[in-house]
């Protein structure tokens, strides 16, 4: 079968630049704040993950002056960064999560984008990205305010059921979404947590 040549500038990619956002991504959390209503002013919101910096772009309008959004990833953002956010360049695995406690408190949201770099073998890149996922659940249950919500990708394959299982003891509510603008061939599937059960 013919590979999709990603190169070429989707619907979505043409959107995204349309609109000023540095990245298609953007419509995968718009698609889901529509649908889970995740955003809301005055939200402090940590995202992992968060190079080159659309999902920061669209939480920092959303949760306004009042709120703040940190990102972290290991690569640099593609954009200048807001009054409201602050980027960390790290990689998750080694940063240090009192550090970030100590730096910006406790959150309201955690957000998790993080993907492997790929082989094409689908399941070692499912098991990288169950990884991160984990990584980021780590995290979230740090850095969660009590009743507070976790959005993660993971891609489908090993590993992902288990880890899909252990989230629903910790959340009251969990939801798993595919967005449309998610490539029709990628195995990423989102899975919304709320109300974290500190
Ligand atoms: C799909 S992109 C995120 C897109 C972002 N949400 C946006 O809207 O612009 C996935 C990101 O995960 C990052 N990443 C993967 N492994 C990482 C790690 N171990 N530590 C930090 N960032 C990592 C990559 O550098 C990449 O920027």
Do not use: H
């Not at 630049?17 to 959390?29: N, T």
């Not at 002013?41 to 659309?54: C, D, I, T």
Request: net charge positive; proline share 5%.
């Amino acid at each position: 079968m013919k590979k999709p040549d990603y190169s070429k500038p989707d619907f979505y990619s043409r959107q995204a630049k349309e609109k000023g956002y540095v990245a298609r991504s953007v419509f995968k959390l718009e698609e889901m704040d529509r649908k889970f209503k995740i955003l809301k002013k005055g939200m402090r919101v940590l995202e992992l993950g968060s190079a080159p910096g659309s999902w920061m772009q669209y939480a920092s309008e959303k949760v306004g002056e009042s709120g703040r959004v940190i990102g972290i990833d290991r690569d640099l953002p593609s954009r200048n960064v807001r009054g409201n956010e602050v980027f960390i360049q790290a990689d998750v695995f080694s940063v240090d999560g009192a550090e970030l406690k100590k730096r910006f408190g406790i959150f309201d949201l955690v957000l998790s984008d993080l993907a492997p770099d790929t082989s094409g073998q689908k399941g070692t890149d499912a098991m990288r990205s169950v990884a991160l996922a984990e990584r980021a659940e780590g995290l979230a249950e740090f850095l969660l305010k009590p009743g507070g919500d976790f959005l993660v990708k993971v891609f489908q394959g090993p590993g992902f059921e288990g880890f899909n299982q252990g989230l629903r003891l910790k959340f009251r509510s969990v939801k798993s979404f595919k967005p449309k603008s998610s490539r029709p061939n990628s195995k990423e599937i989102y899975i919304f947590c709320k109300r974290f059960r500190a």
